[in-house]
């Protein structure tokens, strides 16, 4: 700011002074407008000329597409030529595939019944392949023109075989189980009765035989693992009616034996015509097979006593009681409870006696207890 000079007065008030633009930013903002006229002018002058270089390039673009649209043209054309070439031996081998196709997914639903009713016997099969995981060989064939049949028809091959295994599986385990048990069976005397594959039931016309009405193998083989099946059935089913399980459960301990042992009351050797299980008074008592209570009462020496009667003729008798937990004619199954432990009758202290009698001769129960363990053992 400028002063003036006074004298003898007050100096007077300041005249602010204003500053203009500056030159280099005025010649700049002139210059850049001065540009942006010129562009617009050209692009004016020049707008057809642009008009016709976006349309060529456009053109290009187009031109692109259509070559490519004539590339797949003719390689679609080439494939198909070559389907039409080939196509007696492809459709040959696709409608012998399409039909093994067809067998695999029949063979694989009569595996999925025949493992179900395994699963229910306690048997575990193969794993079995998906079905649903077998290529659609025709609508693949006639589309790509390469059906890759070689290895199509292995994996049908491949599919096939694991079914057949599963069956093979299932069948050998439930013979192998049956001729098992049989034979622990019979080794204590007890029959068992098993369906036999015969020719009783059946009958018809006498009529002449028909090309391609032969029975399927496959069929066949399912109906061999049935009936397999059916027999383990049968024999697993008599291990239940057979008094050759625990007859009470918890704490316990074998305290005699079968057989001539020291009699407790005289001292003199006499025949123990069961087993002595040792246990609190008031411990439950199962029956050892299934069956129907056919006594429930007193017997001399045995006090309180529960005779249940199975198949084949055997009884399982239950002595020294304190309690009764069943009736007459009522009918139990393996590990129901009948009776409670005591020392009832000829006695010395609380304790189950346990027999095993047929023709109201006494066997052994040793013998059914053992083969009771190595059965359950082996159907796991």
């Not at 007050?10 to 006229?37: D, E, H, K, S, T």
């Not at 070559?67 to 070559?82: F, G, Y």
């Not at 052994?364 to 159907?379: C, D, I, M, Q, W």
Request: charged share 20%; aromatic share 6%; hydrophobic share 40%.
């Amino acid at each position: 700011m400028r002063y003036s000079a006074s004298f003898g007065g007050p100096a007077p008030a300041p005249v602010p002074v204003r500053q203009g633009i500056r030159p280099a930013l005025f010649y700049g903002m002139f210059a850049a407008l001065l540009c942006a006229n010129a562009l617009t002018a050209t692009a004016f002058l020049f707008s057809n000329d642009i008009a016709k270089l976006w349309n060529r390039q456009n053109d290009q673009v187009v031109a692109a597409y259509e070559d490519r649209i004539a590339q797949l043209r003719v390689e679609v054309d080439r494939l198909h030529s070559r389907s039409y070439a080939q196509a007696g031996d492809i459709n040959l081998q696709l409608q012998e595939l399409s039909q093994q196709q067809e067998v695999l997914i029949e063979q694989h639903q009569l595996v999925k019944v025949l493992v179900d009713k395994a699963g229910q016997l306690g048997i575990d099969s193969a794993a079995l392949p998906s079905a649903s995981g077998a290529p659609a060989i025709a609508p693949l064939a006639m589309n790509s023109g390469n059906a890759e049949i070689d290895a199509t028809a292995s994996a049908i091959t491949q599919m096939m075989g694991e079914t057949q295994f599963a069956m093979t599986s299932i069948a050998e385990t439930a013979t192998e189980r049956t001729r098992n048990i049989v034979t622990e069976l019979s080794g204590l005397g007890i029959r068992v009765t098993l369906p036999e594959d015969d020719l009783d039931g059946v009958g018809g016309p006498l009529l002449a035989a028909v090309d391609g009405a032969e029975a399927s193998p496959m069929i066949d083989d399912a109906n061999a693992v049935m009936a397999a099946l059916v027999r383990y059935k049968a024999a697993r089913d008599s291990i239940d009616t057979a008094p050759i399980h625990m007859p009470i459960s918890g704490n316990f301990r074998q305290s005699s034996g079968f057989g001539n042992r020291t009699d407790p009351f005289t001292g003199r050797r006499a025949f123990h015509s069961g087993m002595d299980f040792a246990a609190t008074t008031g411990t439950t008592v199962l029956s050892a097979g299934a069956g129907v209570v056919s006594f429930v009462g007193v017997k001399s020496g045995y006090g309180n006593v529960v005779e249940v009667t199975h198949a084949n003729g055997l009884i399982s008798r239950y002595g020294h009681l304190s309690g009764f937990l069943s009736e007459v004619g009522q009918r139990v199954n393996t590990g129901t409870p009948i009776a409670r432990v005591g020392s009832t009758g000829r006695s010395t202290g609380p304790h189950l006696h346990f027999e095993v009698r047929k023709d109201d001769v006494a066997i052994n129960p040793k013998n059914f207890l053992e083969a009771g363990k190595r059965l359950t053992a082996l159907l796991g």
